[in-house]
């Protein structure tokens, strides 16, 4: 049995009148890719925005497991989750930065460790060693990922000038330079023709063997979520109605209804 | 095809030459004249007609020429681009021409007292540009009270500088902290706002400081202004005519005769040096972690915020350093005049430091200079016809938005490179 990273525990997520997620308990491990999917409206990207510190849910837990310590997501606020807690995410619709460059957009997410080597910026306005070293580094990280994604010869461009799928892998490879424990990647298939479904699926495996991180996936694309996923949790109105592996779910006439509907 | 384009021309340009009618008909056609104590309207139909056909024919002309013009980049034309790649490739050498041609400037043949006036104020205006460039070029955050912070550094500089005495050089960093404070002061309750609700209270807070300042007559002599301000000394060397008894002066010391140019001179290098240092200190912080995080929050908060960066701190700095520069140039402005009142820092100093940054390109370091001496070069120009200043300010405006819709210098260099070893400006 594999350590378990993620414990979903009766998640509730209410919006005034609208119950958008229903006492939802389910687990993900460390090194195996989680696959949440559901038909539109299911409540998916709001387990994500629970998750990520963007909505603060209503009642339940969720907990992240670390090696020595056991974190509860919920006590975080929006940018601390990434901060303090290590869980990177990526959106729906790419949220890239635009007009800066490939590489500054990955020196971003590195924020927080360049920003306290930098001394609060005092240090780094002298050029202290320390803080060049750390920046170097930075950049050796950086370059590690752009080589990985096949990027580094366009790393001086500007990002919203890359072509559509290499800004969703650049998307998953910079929320990996925050160096997370748990990935949330939010239908990172979306708009990729065939071509690149398999090198995201090939990065995503990637990442689950060699990073150990955890990795948690909304996705609709049925291809990548069969072929990539350990485990699938299926949701419909806001409720768990089946979860298991891959082939599991495939075949079972809940998930089957909720998506077709049964018949008369 | 060609044909179509043609007509369909005309067809536009008569519409406008009607909408000309229309609207210079009664404004301009119609002028009402006093004859025999009776108001006679007396028609100007001549004129109107003159009006027309050159709003119809430049509309025409504009049609065929300059028709088909690119959203991101403006009119293109080959002069147009070549000027653009010229400013794009040469911007290191350009800056540092204008930075020697400044250094001589005061020693040139053809400086006189004037010119210098004028020099000192581009340099003021610059130096605001460049402060305020932190937070709208680089932030993205729509300050229009900026002038808050120059008022709060000029006012702090004036204060401490009569109540206390302190020198010129104790005062400026205390000015600089002063309004870094009111920045944060101000940061704090729009942080959460964005785009124009952050630039409606922004502007509010500029009018609030310039009441403040008229209304508490105890401290700031409120509409009177304050008066007496000491000048600024030459490292301890007062500019005076008639120095007291055993009292050392600038040309005492240098063995140099009197002239009132010497001061001015000083007061020229003064915000020549602090200008500098403002350049300077933005193109350093612009490479370190802080200035990234405010680039990367103007293009989209919420991806920050997913990468662990502290929108809260972020902008706070940007406001708090932007506004420290405010008020360095606010501390220069009030040495420089020895006599400040709230009238120095209405909106229209807001608006023009904000024209500047804009149209010189958001972010753009040269930007900011070009289009300070663009524009307060043609407010000095058209000195003498007062009330065609403010046309042939929002003339340039309109042209430079026409021609460069991203300001005059809009091309972003990456703050870090993996490849090509280039010297970011």
New interface residues.
């Given amino acids: 049995m594999t350590q378990k990273l993620l414990d979903v525990e009766n998640l509730t997520m209410r919006f005034g009148g609208l119950l958008a997620i229903d006492d939802l308990s389910f687990s993900a491990s460390k090194d195996q890719i989680t696959s949440i999917i559901g038909p539109n409206g299911a409540g998916k990207t709001t387990v994500f925005n629970c998750l990520?510190?963007?909505y603060k849910a209503t009642a339940g837990s969720m907990f992240l497991n670390k090696e020595n310590e056991r974190l509860n997501l919920k006590k975080f606020s929006?940018?601390?989750?990434?901060?303090?807690a290590g869980v990177?995410?990526?959106?729906q619709n790419i949220?890239?930065?635009?007009?800066?460059?490939v590489?500054?957009n990955l020196?971003?997410?590195q924020?927080?460790k360049?920003?306290d080597a930098?001394g609060?910026?005092i240090f780094?306005?002298f050029n202290a060693p320390s803080f060049v070293k750390k920046e170097k580094e930075a950049?050796e990280i950086?370059?590690y990922w752009?080589d990985i994604i096949g990027l580094?010869?366009r790393?001086?461009d500007d990002a919203g000038d890359l072509p559509y799928g290499d800004q969703r892998k650049l998307e998953i490879v910079?929320?990996m330079c925050?160096n997370p424990y748990l990935l949330c990647l939010d239908e990172p298939a979306a708009g990729l023709n065939a071509k690149e479904s398999a090198e995201l699926n090939k990065l995503l495996l990637f990442i689950k063997k060699e990073k150990k991180t955890g990795i948690l996936l909304i996705e609709h694309d049925m291809s990548v979520v069969m072929e990539i996923s350990d485990h699938v949790v299926v949701l419909n109105y806001g409720k768990k109605i089946f979860q298991g592996s891959a082939k599991e779910t495939k075949n079972s006439p809940a998930v089957i209804e909720a998506y077709l509907g049964t018949e008369e | 095809m060609r044909k179509n384009f043609l007509v369909s021309s005309i067809k536009d340009s008569l519409f406008t030459g009607l909408i000309a009618l229309a609207l210079f008909g009664p404004i301009v056609g119609l002028r009402t004249v006093a004859k025999n104590e009776v108001l006679v309207v007396s028609p100007k139909w001549f004129i109107v007609l003159v009006i027309v056909i050159v709003c119809a024919l430049g509309r025409f002309l504009t049609n065929l020429y300059i028709y088909n013009r690119d959203q991101k980049y403006g009119i293109q034309s080959t002069v147009g681009k070549s000027i653009t790649k010229f400013l794009d490739t040469k911007g290191t050498q350009i800056a540092l021409s204008a930075i020697i041609f400044s250094v001589i400037f005061p020693f040139l043949p053809f400086t006189d007292r004037y010119l210098m006036d004028i020099a000192i104020m581009m340099l003021t205006y610059i130096m605001l540009g460049w402060g305020l460039n932190i937070v709208i070029g680089l932030a993205g955050l729509l300050d229009l009270g900026y002038v808050a912070f120059y008022a709060v550094g000029a006012y702090s500089y004036a204060l401490f500088a009569i109540h206390f005495g302190w020198s010129f050089w104790i005062c400026l960093p205390i000015a600089g902290i002063f309004a870094a404070m009111f920045g944060v002061l101000l940061g704090f309750p729009v942080l959460r706002l964005r785009g124009d609700y952050l630039a409606i209270v922004t502007l509010a807070f500029g009018e609030m400081i310039r009441i403040l300042l008229l209304n508490w007559y105890q401290l700031t002599k409120g509409p009177d202004g304050l008066t007496g301000i000491p000048r600024p000394s030459f490292f301890g060397l007062p500019f005076k005519s008639f120095p007291e008894e055993g009292e050392q002066t600038f040309h005492t010391f240098f063995g140099l005769e009197y002239s009132p140019m010497q001061r001015i001179i000083f007061l020229y290098y003064l915000i020549l040096v602090l200008a500098l240092i403002t350049n300077l200190f933005t193109i350093k912080i612009r490479r370190l972690p802080i200035g990234r995080a405010w680039e990367a929050l103007r293009e989209d908060e919420i991806a920050c915020k997913s990468l662990g960066v502290n929108p809260r701190n972020t902008k706070l700095t940007a406001f708090a350093i932007g506004a420290m520069f405010g008020g360095f140039a606010g501390s220069f402005f009030a040495t420089r005049q020895a006599f400040i009142s709230p009238e120095s820092f209405t909106f229209i100093e807001s608006a023009i430091i904000v024209a500047i940054v804009v149209l010189g390109g958001m972010g753009s370091q040269t930007g900011v200079v070009l289009a300070t001496v663009f524009l307060i070069g043609l407010i000095e120009v058209f000195r003498d016809f007062e009330s065609y200043r403010m046309i042939a300010f929002g003339g340039a405006m309109v042209l430079i938005m026409i021609f460069r819709p991203r300001g005059i210098l809009a091309t972003r260099k990456p703050t870090i490179t993996l490849h090509k070893k280039e010297v970011i400006k």
Avoid: C, W, Y
Avoid at chain 1, 88 to 91: L, M
Avoid at chain 1, 95 to 101: A, T
């Fill in positions: 990520t510190g963007f929006d940018f601390k989750v990434a901060q303090k990177a995410r990526t959106f949220r890239l930065f635009p007009q800066m460059s590489l500054e020196m971003v997410a924020h927080n360049l920003m930098s609060f910026t780094g306005l950049i950086s370059k752009l580094t010869h790393a001086d910079r929320a925050i």
